[in-house]
């Protein structure tokens, strides 16, 4: 039996974050840059619906897609690197496996047979993976599996790729990345823990075609050769991730390896077109040789972990290697920001940007931060909760009414300038109910956004419940804040600005989401420029 499309599976063995969702990316913008269509989609083994509820300390940052999906932050390295949306269809978590398998036996769908794992899980994540084939827009689908060999969480997703293997054997193919440490001590690489990796995954019936072993020394033939033998693979078939300076060298890193070559021959793919990537070339060399240096400060309340704003973080280093120029981020804890310290804090930055997020913690330091950016004069960039807080800092400061708030923190606020939206009041479940997915703005001519997009109508990702409060936008641009961007059909204020202040802008959409290294957002661009500007 054959299909029409390839699968490549990409697995992990001996410890997580050896970056799966990295080497899935390059390898699909290789085989994209040979004339190929591919997609990337993400196996997650843990039992949440979606990662929509999880706290960022959990999870890092939840990414969106257009159609609404609250998904792993890797379908965000997915965008980047292939310039090419993903939807619903691209993030599978074991809690949707199982509520599908559970609503199908409540409709007696199974005809009175026991549900089990075999066949009636595996079935289910099995139609998942082919979902993206089966639909005609990608010739090879590639499915990465979160966590590693060897957990009870992935053991359905492993024995799925192993039917798959044995039901289509000239369409699939399983790329394993493993760990190869070196071992100061003795001096030497050990490869003693991808050989028990492989053999863990062996014990469940899969053989890896293509051992990607992540190390921080070359290897040398005499290794590659040793992991061939034990693991049952070609030599050629070896593949070594090194570190990178940057996640967009592991690309040409790859392509100096082979590894699309040696998928295409195991997948007996014609190596079509050659994988030249100039645009990708010209962006790297852009960012290896910045002609000068920025510092923004990104104001948060999930500092600690990084990967909680992964998708700003990639937006500055687009923006910054487009306008050549490299972006230093200074992060700033948004709980430890007082009005004593708020100077000395922000002293020296050419930019602000305040980060999204939920709940109480952290507001009034965000507050603190925008009314000195704004009295100031310095660039400001305020996004989702960013926005909100510049709206209530607005509020009390300038149009003195003390008592402004959000609704989100202070229910029954006098002046609740940031309300709940109405579609939102008689929402009791928190998972997959917020305002989710792609929206219109129409935007204001002769303003700091129109200025950004060049565009009168654009469409960006929401992920919000609480908006900005028509009832008082009359008496906010009579006193200097104004509405510049909104959506067509509700009328929800999207954009505000102040005119008067050098670049002060809050958008209530994510535009993190849609920057990609070929296509940096036009709002970080508008906005590393202005704070280069600011610095001269």
């Given at each position: 039996m054959s299909n029409s499309t390839k699968y490549i599976f990409v697995t992990g063995g001996v410890t997580s974050s050896l970056g799966k969702g990295i080497i899935s990316a390059s390898l699909a913008k290789l085989l994209q840059a040979r004339g190929y269509t591919v997609t990337i989609q993400k196996l997650d083994p843990y039992i949440n619906i979606?990662?929509?509820?999880?706290?960022?300390?959990?999870?890092?940052?939840?990414?969106?897609?257009?159609?609404?999906?609250?998904?792993?932050?890797?379908?965000?390295?997915?965008?980047?690197?292939?310039?090419?949306?993903?939807?619903?269809?691209?993030?599978?978590?074991?809690?949707?496996?199982?509520?599908?398998?559970?609503?199908k036996e409540r409709r007696g769908e199974f005809l009175g047979k026991t549900v089990q794992v075999i066949p009636h899980i595996t079935n289910e994540i099995k139609e998942r993976i082919q979902i993206l084939g089966k639909s005609d827009e990608f010739e090879i689908v590639i499915t990465e599996i979160g966590g590693t060999v060897g957990d009870i969480e992935s053991l359905p997703y492993i024995e799925s790729v192993r039917q798959m293997m044995w039901e289509y054997p000239d369409d699939?193919?399983?790329?394993?990345?493993?760990?190869?440490?070196?071992?100061?001590?003795?001096?030497?690489?050990?490869?003693?823990?991808t050989q028990h990796s492989v053999k863990s995954l062996l014990e469940v019936g899969v053989q890896p075609d293509i051992l990607v072993c992540r190390t921080e020394h070359h290897l040398d033939n005499n290794i590659r050769k040793k992991i061939a033998r034990f693991c049952n693979v070609n030599p050629t078939a070896v593949i070594e991730s090194i570190d990178a300076d940057t996640i967009y060298r592991v690309p040409l890193l790859m392509q100096e390896e082979e590894l699309d070559k040696v998928v295409l021959q195991k997948l007996d793919l014609p190596a079509k077109g050659d994988t030249e990537l100039k645009e990708w070339k010209a962006f790297l060399t852009k960012l290896d040789n910045p002609k000068s240096k920025i510092k923004i400060g990104l104001v948060g309340k999930y500092i600690e972990l990084k990967d909680s704003y992964k998708s700003i973080v990639e937006s500055f280093i687009h923006a910054g290697a487009y306008n050549e120029c490299e972006v230093e981020i200074k992060w700033i804890h948004s709980d430890k920001i007082t009005p004593e310290n708020v100077k000395d804090t922000i002293a020296g930055l050419d930019g602000v940007l305040v980060a999204p997020g939920f709940g109480s913690r952290g507001i009034k330091g965000k507050i603190l931060a925008i009314q000195?950016?704004?009295?100031?004069?310095?660039?400001?960039?305020?996004?989702?909760?960013?926005?909100?807080?510049?709206?209530?800092?607005?509020?009390?400061?300038?149009?003195?009414?003390?008592?402004?708030?959000?609704?989100e923190i202070v229910e029954d606020c006098t002046r609740p300038v940031i309300n709940i939206m109405e579609d939102q009041k008689n929402v009791t479940n928190k998972g997959g109910t917020m305002r989710l997915g792609s929206y219109k703005c129409k935007l204001l001519d002769g303003t700091k956004i129109s200025e950004a997009y060049n565009e009168e109508v654009i469409n960006e990702r929401h992920r919000h419940r609480f908006e900005f409060n028509n009832a008082y936008l009359e008496e906010f641009e009579a006193n200097g804040m104004i509405a510049t961007g909104k959506n067509p059909e509700s009328g929800l204020v999207e954009v505000v600005e102040i005119p008067s202040h050098p670049w002060f802008v809050g958008a209530q959409f994510h535009p993190e989401y849609k920057s990609t290294v070929e296509k940096p957002h036009p709002l970080f661009l508008a906005f590393v420029k202005a704070a280069l500007e600011n610095k001269k």
């Amino acid at each position: 039996m054959s299909n029409s499309t390839k699968y490549i599976f990409v697995t992990g063995g001996v410890t997580s974050s050896l970056g799966k969702g990295i080497i899935s990316a390059s390898l699909a913008k290789l085989l994209q840059a040979r004339g190929y269509t591919v997609t990337i989609q993400k196996l997650d083994p843990y039992i949440n619906i979606d990662p929509g509820t999880l706290n960022p300390y959990e999870h890092g940052e939840c990414f969106v897609t257009n159609d609404g999906a609250e998904t792993d932050l890797d379908l965000g390295h997915y965008e980047r690197f292939l310039n090419v949306p993903t939807s619903q269809a691209n993030n599978v978590t074991t809690g949707r496996i199982y509520q599908t398998v559970m609503d199908k036996e409540r409709r007696g769908e199974f005809l009175g047979k026991t549900v089990q794992v075999i066949p009636h899980i595996t079935n289910e994540i099995k139609e998942r993976i082919q979902i993206l084939g089966k639909s005609d827009e990608f010739e090879i689908v590639i499915t990465e599996i979160g966590g590693t060999v060897g957990d009870i969480e992935s053991l359905p997703y492993i024995e799925s790729v192993r039917q798959m293997m044995w039901e289509y054997p000239d369409d699939c193919l399983v790329i394993h990345l493993t760990l190869v440490p070196y071992l100061k001590a003795a001096g030497e690489l050990k490869t003693k823990p991808t050989q028990h990796s492989v053999k863990s995954l062996l014990e469940v019936g899969v053989q890896p075609d293509i051992l990607v072993c992540r190390t921080e020394h070359h290897l040398d033939n005499n290794i590659r050769k040793k992991i061939a033998r034990f693991c049952n693979v070609n030599p050629t078939a070896v593949i070594e991730s090194i570190d990178a300076d940057t996640i967009y060298r592991v690309p040409l890193l790859m392509q100096e390896e082979e590894l699309d070559k040696v998928v295409l021959q195991k997948l007996d793919l014609p190596a079509k077109g050659d994988t030249e990537l100039k645009e990708w070339k010209a962006f790297l060399t852009k960012l290896d040789n910045p002609k000068s240096k920025i510092k923004i400060g990104l104001v948060g309340k999930y500092i600690e972990l990084k990967d909680s704003y992964k998708s700003i973080v990639e937006s500055f280093i687009h923006a910054g290697a487009y306008n050549e120029c490299e972006v230093e981020i200074k992060w700033i804890h948004s709980d430890k920001i007082t009005p004593e310290n708020v100077k000395d804090t922000i002293a020296g930055l050419d930019g602000v940007l305040v980060a999204p997020g939920f709940g109480s913690r952290g507001i009034k330091g965000k507050i603190l931060a925008i009314q000195y950016v704004r009295e100031n004069n310095i660039p400001f960039f305020g996004i989702c909760l960013g926005m909100q807080c510049a709206v209530i800092e607005y509020a009390r400061n300038v149009l003195g009414w003390k008592d402004a708030h959000t609704t989100e923190i202070v229910e029954d606020c006098t002046r609740p300038v940031i309300n709940i939206m109405e579609d939102q009041k008689n929402v009791t479940n928190k998972g997959g109910t917020m305002r989710l997915g792609s929206y219109k703005c129409k935007l204001l001519d002769g303003t700091k956004i129109s200025e950004a997009y060049n565009e009168e109508v654009i469409n960006e990702r929401h992920r919000h419940r609480f908006e900005f409060n028509n009832a008082y936008l009359e008496e906010f641009e009579a006193n200097g804040m104004i509405a510049t961007g909104k959506n067509p059909e509700s009328g929800l204020v999207e954009v505000v600005e102040i005119p008067s202040h050098p670049w002060f802008v809050g958008a209530q959409f994510h535009p993190e989401y849609k920057s990609t290294v070929e296509k940096p957002h036009p709002l970080f661009l508008a906005f590393v420029k202005a704070a280069l500007e600011n610095k001269k």
